[in-house]
């Protein structure tokens, strides 16, 4: 799909590895050599993974992507990303964009992202075991239909040497998909990840709220996931 998708005027591909809600795994490795022999630039988003479960550039990227908000932060209580890069050209530009635009972040937010970064090896390791464990209690459940874990895909453990902390699954009757979330105690009902909260996400009715229900569909993001 990649390959057909590239044009004479593509100058960089976009990867999001596991992908955010269904964790769809991209062999990094093969499309960077794909960019390469087309001269196109790889970025990868590995928010999901954090650089302790994951290195892109290791595998050939060469832009590295985070929402330093999630695993990073760890705390839900600032808003940060990262570019990251090995590349000196890539990293001029980035320098010379973020200087003209003045996106440069707060002073407050980069103290409590640099003190929180401090915990990151901890708090990662703790979320993968729980998410672990998670896996292993839902996959028993008869009212899950699907459990979806980077863990349990050969290509994400070639290139990564975690599972990761996040899980997504599917009820088999998507008609209680509320009440169960209704139901719950436990973990916070929000759209975010990767805090020291345990939290539950519905993407039908919040982050992809805003797409047709059709495309949704389409798409796997159904009511009971």
Sequence with gaps: HITEAIQSNTKLIYVETPSNPL???????AVATL?????????????FMTPLGQSP?????DIVIHSATKFLGGHSDLIAGAAITNNREVANALYLLQN?????????DSWALAKHLKTLPVRFKQSVHNAERLVQFLSQREEISEVYYPGNN???LKQASTGGAVIGFRLKDESKAQKFVDSLT??????SLGGVETILSHPATMSHAAVPEDVRRERGITFGL
């Design 23 to 29: 964790f769809k795994i991209t062999d990094i490795h």
């Design 100 to 108: 003209g635009t003045g996106t440069a972040l707060s002073a407050y």
């Design 154 to 156: 050969p290509t994400h």
């Design 35 to 47: 960019a390469k022999e087309h001269k196109i630039l790889l970025a990868v988003d590995n928010t």
């Design 57 to 61: 550039l290791a595998l050939g990227a």
């Design 186 to 191: 436990l973990p916070l009902v929000s759209v």
